[in-house]
């Protein structure tokens, strides 16, 4: 069993940053690839980026390849997504979640989901 706190959200002007947390409970955080996903009102939930349990592979949706960067801390059970260069179209409830399979861009290979933090980017 793993449980997903995410923070870090928040209001930011266009073109400003955002650094996103998700502390991890549960001693086998490690074995687990994650995953940031986000969800604007009105629309489906997308994937956002995604890292392997061991190696650091990642891997990132086209629209935010080259602004969001996404690492893990095993140590400290958590993994990140750094936000920069944020737009408003970005705006959106962000989830974190936990694959044991490894890394995927698909919602329904994730096991675990965190509850959200708002993310708010006024232009």
């Known amino acids: 069993q793993v449980q997903l706190v995410e923070s870090g959200g928040g209001l930011v002007q266009a073109g400003g940053s955002l650094r996103l947390s998700c502390a991890a409970s549960?001693?086998?955080?490690?074995?687990?690839?994650m995953g940031w996903f986000r969800q604007a009102p009105g629309k489906e939930r997308e994937f956002v980026a995604a890292?392997?349990?061991?190696?650091?592979?990642?891997m990132y949706a086209v629209s935010v390849k080259g602004r969001f960067t996404i690492s893990r801390d095993n140590a400290k059970n958590t993994v990140y997504l750094e936000m920069n260069s944020l737009k408003p179209e970005d705006t959106a409830v962000y989830y974190c979640?936990?694959?044991?399979?490894?890394?995927?861009?698909?919602?329904?290979?994730?096991?675990?989901w965190g509850q959200g933090t708002q993310v708010t980017v006024s232009s």
């Open positions: 979640a936990a694959n044991r399979a490894g890394r995927s861009a698909l919602a329904h290979m994730y096991d675990y």
């Open positions: 549960g001693r086998t955080f490690s074995s687990y690839a």
């Open positions: 890292i392997s349990w061991s190696t650091n592979n990642t």
